[in-house]
């Protein structure tokens, strides 16, 4: 960076697991974690908007933790440096803050440090921190993605041509992934075990050939997490109800909740959200664009009162 210029990086939320695509099906959407980056002489980090309020300023928030780390790892010092954050990804809700906290992170040591770090460079590093690709490769590359991660390596595909609108109904509560996961069995069954692969090889199946039906079908027949996820989040159940006489393919619950993602044919989402929205007076539904453009960086020239 040269002195008096700033380095924009802007990162999408996502949803993850679109039901029975547990911990490897991701989607890119339209609410964003932006930074301002400048020199200075110290690190700071300064929250911009109501979803990072409480942010910390210092190393001690995420955002810093891996761009520290990621800095060490490739033996370098993040330089210091002032940081603005904006956000409208609401935090504990489903919808990847933290792997857009994730991603932000490891592109400001990326450019910072000058690591130019390739895009499957940075998966791997946020899959590591984050512990599956989905939500991680969605704010990464934008679009649909279907992704496996092991311990020594991880593999994922990226699709664009995602033919659908969304709608997202965001309760007022937060559920953290933690408190999700532990609500979780520690097995399942040879049996059930293979009738859950089959559901997730068939939603995998109408996502690639844009058959939205059998998504919709698929999604309320997952096995792996949302019969569990239900006991706490109960709207999973009645925004399955309501959707069936709208017209919608079909609705999922997004990441660990208690956020649920509708989906509609292309150019119905906005209808679908103001009825929604009738029903669910409680929560904040919206309709989103999916997002199929991933990270982005912008180098941009700060300007000065006079």
Known sequence: MIEGDMLRIIVPGSTANLGPGFDSVGLALGKYLTLEVKKADKLLFLPMTE?????????????????????ETYNKTLPPCEVKVWSDIPMARGIGSSAAA?????????????????????LRVASLEEGHPDNVGASLYGGLVIGLHQDEKT????????????????????????DARNVLPQELSY???????????MLVAGLLTNNWNLVGEMMVKDLFHQ????????????????????????????????????????????????????????????????????????????????
Do not use: M, W
């Open 102 to 122: 994730i991603i932000a992170g490891i592109e400001l040591a990326n450019q910072l440090c000058q690591l130019q770090l390739s895009d499957e460079e940075k």
């Open 191 to 201: 049996k059930n075990a293979v009738e859950a692969s089959a559901i997730s090889n």
């Open 227 to 306: 019969p569990y996820r239900g006991k706490l989040i109960p709207e999973i159940q009645a925004v399955q109800e309501k959707i069936q006489h709208l017209g919608a393919y079909g609705s999922a619950l997004s990441g660990a909740g208690p956020t649920v993602i509708c989906f509609t044919a292309k150019g119905k989402g906005n209808d679908l959200a103001q009825t929604l929205a009738k029903d669910f007076v409680n929560c904040n539904v919206e309709s989103l664009e999916i997002d199929v453009v991933g990270c982005r960086v912008e180098q941009v020239q700060e300007i000065k009162n006079i």
């Open 51 to 71: 979803h990072v309020k409480d942010l910390p300023t210092n190393e001690d928030n995420l955002i810093a933790k891996v761009a520290i780390q990621v800095a």
């Open 155 to 178: 593999n994922l595909v990226c699709v664009k041509n995602i033919d659908v609108d969304t709608v997202v109904v965001i309760p007022k509560y937060e559920v953290f992934t933690s």
